[in-house]
């Protein structure tokens, strides 16, 4: 199995610093391939998440936005072959759970209704967020895919809203903790066939230091403190294919599956 673990927004600006209480990450970067992933397009989720599974630049895909023209795009206005349609076809058995590069985030081969429609607000939906794709996810993983591809949503809002301050970090250690339990607790890594990649969208930055801004300051639901940054984290464990880009996890995820 390969297994994707996303996490939108999570930085090593945050990690780093937090190395000491955040085990699993201590841990991932002792066994596996830690390192920044600097985003030469704009770091804006929905077009990076689009490019990481369907292998194509934002002009190539086109996606820039949850909303163009007004409408909410859906899955079939965005005109690509995704990672998981070409290894379905293929026969491959493939799990998508909570990938937001539209709203509500996208699921495939799963029923998944997601929290808060995908942008989850308050203390309440982040828990719940954090809680509901972990058990899902583990119930994922114990079926064994040949693919499983589940993504964290919290950070990025937790951070808009709160960067700079000390809960910003606490988050962190929840996620931490929960995805301890799905990679260590579950015994993932005593399948040595089982190859890992942890990756973000984007890295974080206060406001005024974005280089794109990627939200109006005042959003409808209050002053935001936090916007996206150009770097990203990266981590693998198992897998030797070289990821530049974002892109790139497109390509090895079809070359280790052997999609032709
Ligand atoms: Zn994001």
Not at 28 to 38: K, N
Not at 116 to 123: Q, S
Not at 228 to 245: C, F, G, K, Q, S
């Amino acid at each position: 199995m390969i297994f994707v673990l996303g996490i939108d927004a999570a930085t090593w600006t945050v990690i780093r610093p937090n190395l000491d209480r955040l085990p699993t990450f201590r841990r991932l970067c002792q066994i596996g391939r830690c390192r920044e992933l600097i985003l030469r397009e704009k770091p804006v989720s929905p077009s990076v998440w689009c490019g990481m599974f369907c292998g194509q630049t934002p002009a190539e895909h086109g996606h820039e936005g949850f909303v163009a023209d007004g409408n909410i795009v859906r899955r079939q206005d965005i005109k690509v072959d995704f990672i998981w349609d070409i290894l379905h076809r293929e026969g491959r058995r493939v799990k998508v759970l909570n990938v937001p590069f539209i709203v509500p985030p996208y699921s495939f081969g799963l029923d998944f209704r997601p929290v808060g429609f995908g942008l989850p607000t308050n203390e309440r939906e982040w828990q719940e967020e954090l809680d509901r794709v972990t058990e899902r996810t583990r119930g994922l993983m114990a079926e064994e895919p040949d693919l499983l591809i589940s993504v964290y949503t919290l950070l990025d809002r937790i951070q808009h809203f709160h960067w700079g301050e000390g809960c910003v970090a606490s988050w962190y250690q929840k996620l931490d903790s929960k995805i301890g339990e799905l990679l260590f607790g579950s015994g993932f890594f005593k399948e040595k066939r089982n190859r890992l990649i942890v990756i973000s969208d984007h890295g974080f930055c206060s406001f005024g230091e974005a280089k794109v801004r990627t939200l109006p300051l005042e959003s409808g639901e209050g002053k935001l403190k936090g916007d996206h940054h150009e770097n990203a984290l990266l981590i693998t464990v198992n897998l030797d294919y070289p990821i530049e880009r974002p892109q790139d996890v497109f390509f090895a995820l079809k070359k280790e599956l052997g999609a032709g």
